[in-house]
């Protein structure tokens, strides 16, 4: 079953109050994070790799527990159906921490349910809703 974006944003919220508790001052400008959200709306299996390389090659440059997000709109949500091709590779993201958000909108005009989907993908009612609210939350946007 997929989590919801509701349940994402919660647990953003409660590391980033977490590391406000626990650090000190020195120590808050790293622990209090905005996050990186990248955006795919490829089909492509090879533009798929190429996101999913690009996320996890990021994970080492940032500060520690930065979230990083992954949004899937049109057909890109291809990528959070079982048996693809780059399973491997998004097994591997989501195991570094990066989240898989899939569009409800785009999951809709495709005909497919929360059930559909690999396990661990988030659900957002609108994938560019998304990363506007992350954009305006201060996330950096990429769209490689």
Not at 44 to 49: G, L, M, Y
Not at 92 to 108: D, K, P, Q, T, W
Not at 110 to 139: C, F, K, M, P, Y
């Amino acid at each position: 079953m997929a989590l919801t974006a509701a349940h994402l944003v919660t647990m953003t919220a409660a590391i980033a109050l977490i590391g406000t508790a626990c650090a000190s001052r020195s120590e808050r400008n790293v622990l209090i994070m905005t996050g990186v959200v990248l955006h795919l709306t490829a089909r492509s299996t090879r533009k798929h790799r190429a996101v999913l390389r690009n996320a996890l090659n990021l994970v080492p440059e940032v500060a520690p527990g930065t979230p990083i997000e992954m949004v899937v709109h049109g057909e890109a949500i291809l990528l959070a159906l079982p048996g693809q091709e780059t399973a491997e590779a998004l097994t591997e993201a989501i195991g570094a921490g990066i989240v898989l958000v899939v569009c409800r909108n785009s999951m809709r005009s495709q005909n497919l349910e929360d059930d559909d989907l690999i396990q661990g993908a988030v659900v957002a009612s609108s994938g560019v809703g998304h990363l506007v609210a992350r954009q305006t939350q201060g996330w950096a946007y990429l769209r490689p």
